[in-house]
């Protein structure tokens, strides 16, 4: 059974520990069995690289390394990190809402 994660992609998160902290963005991917995620913009590292079709100079370039989800929390629409807790609606459906704002708004 997979792990449940309270990061998925398309997530507007906070980074709140490490280089990053303070640093916010959307989360591009998740690595669910490393239990890491990619977001914009954020853990930025420089990677060299030889030329070829993408790059015919080839050099340094940047970009983003996975960071570990313990170091992530979601923003929600108003714009505060939050907790993410996990209801049934009147549908009988699972969703997502906000710990702090208890509003079970799309959170992205």
Request: no cysteine; hydrophobic share 35%; net charge positive.
């Amino acid at each position: 059974m997979p792990t449940k994660l309270h990061i998925k992609k398309g997530d507007t998160v906070k980074v709140i520990a490490g280089e990053s902290k303070g640093q916010q963005g959307k989360v591009l991917k998740v690595e669910v069995k490393k239990l890491r995620a990619i977001v914009e913009g954020v853990n930025l590292v420089s990677k060299h690289t030889k030329p070829n079709a993408k790059a015919p100079q080839g050099g340094i370039i940047k970009m983003e390394a996975p960071i570990h989800i313990s170091n992530l929390m979601v923003v929600d629409s108003s714009g505060n990190a939050t907790r993410i807790g996990r209801k049934l609606d009147s549908n009988g459906k699972l969703v997502r809402y906000s710990k702090k704002s208890k509003t079970q708004e799309e959170i992205r």
